[in-house]
């Protein structure tokens, strides 16, 4: 906890002189974030840093795993489903980033399930149940489990991207052209992000 107070007191005294008049205009204005952007709760992945985003520029959720129920299935992941009405009927983003990333732990329990005393993991994970079908099914080739892991990540972004499409905000949105789609691969070790090109059906570095 100390060092999150001496954050605090480092922002106060020495960032604070920056972001003043942004956060006044934000304050006075409201937010207009152009972008939704849905990345996993790893601690390791910060929308913003990677972006170099400002405050205001991003609806950012978080949830284990960056997994989008889809629409039919909302009522287990209610917090992101009802994330994403917003961000899309409300405040009108432009663009959906769904991120995933490298060594993600969600990804680990996916295909190793967790210990039996994590109930509502387990549960959560279910969700992405059709990601695990996949590997089973077309990546059986990988033995390692860094490679499953990394192609589990990248499934379940384009799972997520599935999913979107299920929600009538997205949908419409979608159908009026005022919303784009993106499937985003972040890797921790090189800080490295990789974009879904459709017509390659690969994730090519941005
Ligand atoms: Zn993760």
């Known amino acids: 906890m100390q060092r999150l107070i001496e954050g ?6 020495q960032e604070w002189g920056h972001y003043e ?17 849905i990345t996993c709760c790893d601690s390791r992945v910060l929308a913003e840093l990677i972006t170099q985003s ?8 978080k949830n284990v795993g960056n997994i989008v129920p889809p629409a039919s299935q909302a009522a287990d992941g209610q ?18 980033v769904v991120c995933g990333h490298s060594q993600c732990g969600a990804m ?10 994590m109930p509502y993991l387990s549960r959560w994970l279910t969700m992405a149940a059709p990601v695990k ?9 990988l ?24 929600y009538s905000s997205v949908a419409e949105a979608l159908l009026q052209g005022t919303v784009r789609l993106h499937g985003w ?10 974009t879904y090109l459709p017509q390659q059906q690969q994730f090519v570095r941005i």
Do not use: C, M, W
């Open 79 to 96: 917090s992101t489903a009802a994330a994403i009405e917003f961000a899309v009927s409300s405040l009108q983003v432009s663009d959906i």
């Open 21 to 37: 008049g942004l956060f006044h205009r934000l304050s006075r204005e409201g937010q207009k974030p152009h972008t939704l952007f």
């Open 133 to 141: 079908k996949i590997l089973e099914e077309n990546y059986s080739h």
């Open 54 to 61: 400002q405050p205001g520029d991003l609806f950012v959720v």
């Open 8 to 13: 605090i007191h480092r922002f106060q005294l």
């Open 108 to 117: 680990t329990a996916l295909l190793q399930p967790p210990h039996p005393q």
């Open 143 to 166: 033995t390692e489990l860094d490679d499953r892991i990394i192609a589990a990540a990248e499934e379940n972004v384009l799972f997520a991207l599935e999913n979107l499409r299920s």
């Open 185 to 194: 691969f972040f890797k921790i070790s090189s800080g490295e992000l990789f």
